[in-house]
């Protein structure tokens, strides 16, 4: 079992920064898949991105070049900076952890921090 826990969201104004953290428990962080997905209202929850237990990084194209995602194994966390933020990345924002098990996918969630982009 695998508790995750998000932190740094809040208000902040355009071309501004935050960097957000999830926090995990539990073991077997180094092993999972990590990634964070966002949802706005009235729209779908999207990935924005992602990092393999090895490392390897994946970004939707609307952040690529302003997000960076990464992880601390040795701290069991993994952290997304979000710069030059838009308006339109106004979401919640939500951690994620899978991996791939003999019987399925091991998936967990966080309960999600919000992020608003506003003059």
């Known amino acids: 079992q695998v508790q995750l826990v998000e932190s740094g969201g809040g208000l902040v104004q355009p071309g501004g920064s935050l960097r957000l953290s999830c926090a995990a428990s539990g073991s077997g962080f180094s092993f999972f898949r990590m990634g964070w997905y966002r949802q706005a209202p009235g729209k779908e929850r999207e990935l924005v991105a992602s990092i393999t237990s090895g490392g390897t990084t994946n970004y939707v194209d609307s952040v690529k070049g302003r997000f960076t995602i990464s992880r601390d194994n040795a701290k069991n966390t993994m952290y997304l900076q979000m710069n030059s933020l838009k308006p339109e990345d106004t979401a919640a924002y939500y951690c994620?952890?899978?991996?791939?098990?003999?019987?399925?996918?091991?998936?967990?969630w966080g309960q999600g921090t919000q992020v608003t982009v506003s003059s």
């Open positions: 994620n952890a899978d991996r791939i098990m003999s019987w399925g996918k091991d998936m967990y």
